[in-house]
């Protein structure tokens, strides 16, 4: 409301010139217009973080079909100025969560594998690394639905 306020005073003391620069600079107050950047000004802002996440989520869910949109991901992450070990976390749970859909539905089959083959490789993990981390989650998967995850052939 302050900006309308703002606004609305500046257009309507913009006749007299006495206090038109008392409004101007109330507008700029509004905007923010004054301040000064912070020397991280490269750094993304909470939104393109969040669009950058959002992002990142469909290119995982879209897998293997999505695998090109991965270099144009990666190329914004630096563009934004994301630290690499806040990326590799993000990649790290993406994964994880990749591997928590396949399962969910007991059943491993040769189209889920492809998913997450494709994904170990964009990320960079190695191949114990990613049989790691599907055999922790399949097994936590079994001892939640009490039975086995199995494997389609």
């Known amino acids: 409301?302050?900006?309308?306020?703002?606004?609305?005073?500046?257009?309507?003391?913009?006749?007299?010139?006495?206090?038109g620069e008392q409004a101007r600079a109330r507008v700029r107050d509004a905007w923010n217009l004054d301040s000064v950047p912070s020397s991280d000004a490269e750094s993304a802002s909470p939104?393109?973080?969040?669009?950058w996440r959002k992002?990142?989520?469909?290119?995982?869910?879209?897998?293997?079909?999505?695998?090109?949109?991965?270099?144009?991901?990666m190329t914004e992450a630096r563009a934004y100025g994301l630290d690499t070990g806040w990326i590799d976390a993000r990649l790290a749970e993406e994964f994880t969560q990749l591997i928590r859909v396949v399962v969910a539905d007991r059943?491993?089959?040769?189209?889920?594998?492809?998913?997450?083959?494709?994904?170990?490789?964009l990320i960079g993990l190695t191949e114990f690394q990613a049989e790691t981390a599907v055999r922790a989650i399949v097994a936590e998967a079994e001892q939640f639905f009490g039975g086995a995850v199995v494997e389609e052939s």
């Open 1 to 19: 409301m302050a900006f309308l306020e703002a606004l609305r005073d500046f257009l309507s003391n913009n006749t007299r010139h006495d206090s």
């Open 47 to 51: 939104y393109d973080v969040q669009q």
């Open 55 to 73: 992002k990142l989520r469909r290119i995982f869910e879209e897998l293997p079909d999505s695998k090109q949109e991965w270099e144009g991901l």
């Open 107 to 121: 059943v491993l089959s040769e189209a889920d594998h492809e998913r997450i083959e494709t994904a170990r490789r």
